[in-house]
């Protein structure tokens, strides 16, 4: 089984490079991830936006649905913003015979203790074992897109309670 992995941006790919810890969006973290954690499967990373979730817009959510639609594989995990991941994963919904993963971090990929690492583990099982349909992986825990809600009170993600 193959996974195909699409980068939109977001905090796990966030880069801090001055004294007033600005920062911006930088290459991908994936691969040097799957990389240092030896990973024996087979995987195909792209990289289709370089943006914080608060700026992605419908226009852009309908372009990262019709380049999921259009990719032959089966099996998708999408790294994200979070305040977001939710919209675009609703997004996506349209979308038949596919198990599409959508995931995130709380901390940049590159912190120490960064959960991105964790996350994308846990993404790439995750996607390989769940029957079509869309979810997010945050947490330790799965969701279809239609149950969650990102506590940003908690910084956490959870059932929706309405």
Known sequence: MKIKIFCTGGT????YYDALSDYHIGEPQVEWILQQAG????YQIESILKKDSLDINDQERAAI????AAEPCQHIVITHGTD?????????KKIPN???????AMQ?????????????GFATAA?????????????????????????RAQGRFE????
């Open 12 to 15: 796990f790919d966030k880069v």
């Open 98 to 104: 596919k198990s599409i993963v959508l995931v995130g």
């Open 39 to 42: 990973v024996n499967f087979d």
């Open 65 to 68: 649905a019709d380049k999921v």
């Open 108 to 120: 940049p990929a590159r912190f120490r203790d960064s959960d991105a690492l964790y996350n994308i």
């Open 159 to 162: 059932t929706k309670t309405d």
């Open 127 to 151: 996607v390989s074992l769940v029957t079509a349909g869309i979810y997010i992986t945050m947490n330790g825990q799965l969701f279809s897109v239609d149950e969650v809600q990102k506590n």
């Open 84 to 92: 977001t991941m939710v919209e675009t994963g609703l997004a996506l």
